[in-house]
């Protein structure tokens, strides 16, 4: 049984930075395409980044600039860097996975593709 975890949302003011982590547990897969996500309020569910097993990633245009997907494969975590953080930023920040290590930009307008969702970290940028 997999289960995504995630943590480390919270307030930051507008120029700040969190680092986001999402703790796969149970995975036992060789291959992966993980990824980010959010939901601002009111709004759809967007993608931010997808990295997959080989290290790969993809990032929505916007946002490549301020966010940065990484991966500690020993631990079983991704994690997502986001600096310059704006009040648009605020937003519920999902990761996901799926053990199909196809992974890429197409991905992230794709939820649909993913089997596996965590339970969602707040960030409130003010």
């Known amino acids: 049984h997999v289960q995504l975890v995630e943590s480390g949302g919270g307030s930051v003011q507008a120029g700040g930075s969190l680092r986001l982590s999402c703790a796969a547990r149970?995975?036992?897969?060789?291959?992966?395409?993980m990824g980010w996500f959010r939901r601002p309020p009111g709004k759809e569910r967007e993608g931010i980044a997808v990295?997959?097993?080989?290290?790969?990633?993809a990032y929505a245009e916007s946002l490549k600039d301020r966010f940065t997907i990484s991966v500690d494969n020993a631990k079983n975590t991704v994690y997502l860097q986001m600096n310059s953080l704006k009040p648009e930023d605020t937003a519920m920040y999902y990761c996901?996975?799926?053990?199909?290590?196809?992974?890429?930009?197409?991905?992230?307008?794709?939820?649909?593709?993913?089997?596996?969702w965590g339970q969602g970290t707040q960030v409130t940028v003010s």
């Open positions: 996901a996975g799926r053990t199909d290590g196809n992974c890429g930009v197409w991905y992230l307008t794709t939820t649909s593709a993913f089997q596996y």
């Open positions: 149970g995975y036992t897969y060789d291959t992966y395409c």
């Open positions: 990295i997959d097993s080989d290290g790969d990633t």
